[in-house]
């Protein structure tokens, strides 16, 4: 049908310049990088370029006898284009503010279809004449639509319909300005759409989109709201969006700073001159690179700034530790803080969500390696997130075992002496199995007990079960318990004591095992409740010495009946065997029982009974047994030394 009626654009030159204003403030003011926030400066660069062509395609039309013919056809199918993919793009938005993305979701994969198809017929419309055709001769030409023109509604209807489905379907996760938003769209959008059909000389679609578009831009985080007080970085959210962002579109190259010493100068400075500091760190971090950098407050004493690539954020992290070497100047007061500096960029293929990348900095930035005023570097590989989530899945199955007693277990070592013929003595050892992960090795869960606050549930039950077991088994006369190191901070005399007289245990039948490393971190705490428990009979054995952390004169201040003597002192080398003597005489002649542990072989046996001792473990008397096994052993009279 050729189009017989001259266009009326003047709502369109209104709309147009408005949305031009809209653009100009969107783009000056500093957005934050967020998936929606980008989809929707595509929406507002399309919506000014599908503006402009609908008014120059219009020109264009009512001029047909002036405009050259190609302009005419590529003008007018360049704005038909856009005019399918603004309401398919303003669906992808609401699919991603939803929660949602279009990546491996073959369900929203059909968004597209519409789109692509209509795309195809306009590639061919020059041919086919399917959407529009220019039709006469020179000095008369007509513009005439095709017969699949009404396509171009059907297509905008299916994405309308699409966008006030999802959100009527997930309002719960949308913000009441979201849900608003998308009605009005919707409504304005729709009502254009019927008019042009009715009054196809008015244009006023154009008008419909500039009114929706700045509702919508109200509906945007404003990065003014993710913005610390004190430092002008973004804050924690504004950490995670971008991460979400940077995450779902690339690797993440960043610097995670820790400083010590804020929390001094506010105590002994004031208000004004923290806040003074406060302000001169964030602009510091604000202001790295030449075109402002991404800095982010994480929290009261740690920032992130991010970095383009792995050149960059080498130079930031350089800067930033020859920062932190020297005072910073507060109005003429010399504040000297210290930094930790961990730098570090993601190298997997495997999908990470901000919270994981967040605790996998957490967990490396209180390493011992990660020291004050130097960088340390990180890469982030799928590797280390599959070891990541491996040690959450083991977390989460230890703290459901210890609600359900399924999963642990405990088992026995014999504890040998070779001047006797009984095994009644034995070491107690915790095992895990996991229905899903199968038997998991203590080297993997026992630090996760130790740095997650599980020691306590797990020393309650490590004790408990054995209490239960000696009870059952009067000719049992000694079991070494191992107790956890944090377990000295809350206070366990009471609880351990309490747990023995329930099941009416003789708690000499009880030594404690604690290791060395413990005994040289925590000695005054360790010493108090070493009194209190000997004092109720219990008695106490040193594990692991050898390892490093103490020496004998630490061992003599300590109430420690029995010293287990480290594996690596059997070492064939001159100097360890030396080592070895030296140390089994100085305990013999102390009054202290060394207890060597390891013996794996008969030499290694023969060689620690020449040197005078008389107190062993180790695979080659038996590897640690379940009850009934170890019972069984005890039984039998299996002596390994004959």
Same mark, same amino acid.
């Given at each position: 049908m050729a189009v017989e009626y001259t266009y009326q654009i003047q709502f369109e030159l209104c709309s147009l310049f408005f949305l031009c204003c809209l653009a100009v403030q969107f783009f000056v003011s500093k957005r934050f990088p967020t998936i929606t926030g980008s989809l929707f400066s595509t929406i507002l660069l399309v919506s000014i370029a599908d503006l402009t062509l609908d008014v120059i395609g219009s020109v264009a039309v009512n001029n047909i006898n002036t405009f050259p013919v190609w302009l005419n056809y590529l003008v007018n199918a360049v704005f038909y284009c856009l005019q399918i993919v603004l309401p398919m793009l303003m669906t992808i938005y609401v699919i991603y503010s939803i929660g949602f993305t279009l990546k491996n979701n073959t369900a929203f994969i059909l968004i597209l279809?519409?789109?692509? $198809?209509? %795309?195809?017929?306009?590639?061919i419309n020059p041919f086919t004449g399917l959407m529009f055709s220019i039709e006469g001769e020179p000095g008369h030409l007509e513009y005439v639509t095709g017969p699949m023109s009404v396509f171009l509604y059907v297509c905008a209807a299916f994405y309308m319909i699409s966008i006030l489905v999802l959100g009527t379907i997930h309002s719960e996760k949308l913000t009441t300005k979201q849900i608003g938003t998308i009605m009005v769209f919707t409504i304005l959008t729709t009502t254009a759409m019927v008019f042009q059909v009715f009054h196809p000389s008015i244009l006023m679609t154009g008008t419909a989109i500039t009114v929706s578009l700045l509702l919508w831009d109200l509906t945007l985080q404003n990065p003014e709201d993710m913005i610390d007080a004190e430092t002008r970085t973004f804050d924690a959210d504004g950490l995670r969006l971008f991460l979400a962002r940077e995450l779902s579109r690339s690797q993440v190259h960043a610097a995670v700073i820790e400083i010590d010493g804020l929390s001094a100068t506010e105590r002994g400075e004031g208000e004004m001159a923290n806040s003074l500091l406060m302000q001169q760190i964030g602009s510091f971090f604000t202001h790295l690179t030449p075109n402002r950098s991404w800095a982010f407050r994480d929290s009261k004493t740690r920032f992130w700034v991010a970095a383009r690539n792995d050149t960059e954020l080498e130079a930031i992290s350089n800067k930033i530790v020859n920062r932190f070497l020297s005072v910073w100047d507060v109005e003429g007061l010399n504040v000297d803080l210290m930094a930790k $500096?961990?730098?570090? #960029? =993601? @190298?997997? #293929?495997? @999908?990470? #969500?901000p919270s994981e990348l967040m605790s996998i900095i957490d967990e490396s930035i209180d390493m011992d390696n990660v020291i004050a005023r130097q960088k340390t570097s990180l890469t982030i590989d799928s590797g280390m997130l599959a070891k990541y989530r491996r040690r959450n899945i083991l977390e989460e199955s230890m703290r459901k075992s210890i609600v359900t007693g399924e999963g642990f277990y405990i088992c026995f070592q014999p504890i040998v002496y =070779?001047? @006797?013929?009984?095994? =009644?003595?034995?070491?107690? %050892?915790?095992? !895990?199995?996991?229905?899903?992960?199968?038997?998991? #090795?203590?080297? &993997?869960?026992?630090?996760?007990? &130790? *740095?997650?606050?599980? *020691?306590?549930?797990?020393?309650?039950?490590? $004790?408990?079960n054995a209490c239960r077991f000696l009870a059952a088994h009067p000719e049992i006369d000694l079991l070494h318990l191992n107790i956890s190191a944090s377990e000295f901070y809350s206070n366990p005399a009471k609880r351990i004591i309490r747990t023995v007289s329930d099941h009416g245990v003789d708690s000499s039948r009880i030594c404690l095992e604690i290791t060395e490393s413990t005994a040289a971190r925590n000695p005054d705490i360790l010493k108090a409740f070493m009194d209190e428990m000997i004092e109720q009979g219990f008695s106490f054995a040193l594990d692991d010495y050898g390892t490093g952390y103490s020496n004998a004169l630490q061992v003599m201040k300590m109430p420690f009946k029995t010293v287990k003597i480290d594996r690596s002192l059997l070492d064939e080398e001159s100097r360890s065997r030396k080592f070895l003597d030296g140390t089994i005489k100085? !305990?013999?002649?102390?009054?202290?029982?060394?207890?060597?542990?390891?013996?794996? =072989? @008969?030499?290694?046996?023969d060689l620690v009974t020449k040197l005078g001792a008389s107190l062993m473990q180790g695979f080659f008397f038996s590897p640690p047994l379940v009850d009934e096994d170890y019972m069984a052993f005890v039984r039998n009279g299996n002596k390994a030394t004959k």
């Open positions: 279809a519409p789109a692509a $198809v209509f %795309l195809i017929i306009q590639a $500096v961990l730098y570090f #960029s =993601t @190298k997997t #293929s495997l @999908k990470m #969500s =070779t001047d @006797k013929p009984e095994y =009644t003595a034995a070491e107690v %050892l915790l095992r !895990f199995n996991d229905e899903n992960l199968g038997a998991v #090795s203590p080297a &993997e869960f026992m630090p996760i007990v &130790e *740095s997650r606050g599980l *020691s306590v549930f797990i020393d309650n039950y490590v $004790v408990d100085i !305990f013999l002649d102390l009054g202290i029982e060394p207890l060597i542990e390891g013996i794996e =072989t @008969k030499q290694q046996l």
